[in-house]
């Protein structure tokens, strides 16, 4: 089974600055990659993912991650925060063959005015 | 389109009751999960359909939980009886697609489950 670990569970930054979240998997080959964001009282909403092609992934709200293989990682990042960013943040792997997502334990941003 | 539905939103129970779970799929979408996000910890994977039939329920604590889905439309999932430890949030996903891996998902808003 897939292994995803986040650096930091509670990440603050202020608003305009960098946001940088940190996702490290566990595997000997590429597997699919996800990051995922749960605002408050809401659902788990997909905000971009990595399959195969451009390592760089662009998603929505300017958020884009990249895919390092030497490193299994795949770090989340946005040139500035936004207030509206704040939210809790997972980030998802899965194998080729398999429907089943392993998630990190997730990290939650607050934004500082 | 519409999203996928859970409800209840929120349940309180008392240990030893028993709670039934529904989750609404996107209409079209062969593939249902069910996640669960126990307090402090990882979402884990419980179980996956396809259609009516179960793919894969690996991820199923033990006994005390069914998950049905009715001619494949929408899901159930029963606690029976409920544990302390079965507080937490129950996310259901939904997906089209045959591809593996690919995700896709779309996920309900949860169902905040509290056992007392």
């Known amino acids: 089974a897939q292994s995803v670990t986040q650096l930091g569970s509670h990440v603050s930054v202020s608003e305009g600055a960098l946001v940088l979240l940190r996702c490290n998997y566990s595997?000997?080959?590429?597997?699919?990659l996800f990051w995922y964001v749960q605002y408050p009282n809401q659902g788990l909403q997909l905000l971009l993912k990595?399959?195969?092609?451009?390592?760089l992934v662009k998603g929505i709200n300017g958020f884009e991650a990249e895919f390092k293989k030497s490193e299994t990682s795949f770090h989340l990042t946005k040139p500035s925060a936004h207030m509206s960013d704040a939210a809790e943040y997972f980030c998802?792997?899965?194998?080729?063959?398999?429907?089943?997502?392993?998630f990190g334990a997730g990290t939650t941003v607050t934004v500082r005015a | 389109e519409a999203g996928v539905t859970q409800f209840p939103s929120h349940s309180v129970i008392e240990k030893g009751q028993t709670v039934t779970l529904r989750c609404d799929p996107i209409?079209?979408?062969?593939?249902l999960y069910w996640y669960r996000r126990v307090m402090g910890k990882e979402i884990k994977f419980l179980l996956h359909?396809?259609?009516?039939?179960?793919?894969?329920e690996s991820g199923m604590p033990n006994n005390r939980f069914l998950a049905e889905r009715t001619g494949g439309t929408y899901s159930t999932l029963k606690v029976q009886p409920a544990e302390l430890e079965d507080s937490g949030v129950y996310f259901c996903?939904?997906?089209?697609?045959?591809?593996?891996?690919?995700?896709?998902?779309?996920f309900g808003s949860g169902t905040r489950l509290t056992v007392v």
């Open positions: 996903a939904s997906s089209q697609g045959s591809r593996r891996g690919s995700g896709g998902y779309t």
């Open positions: 990595y399959t195969t092609g451009a390592t």
């Open positions: 998802a792997v899965s194998d080729w063959n398999d429907y089943k997502l392993s």
């Open positions: 209409s079209g979408h062969d593939n």
């Open positions: 359909f396809v259609k009516e039939s179960k793919q894969d």
């Open positions: 595997s000997s080959v590429p597997p699919y």
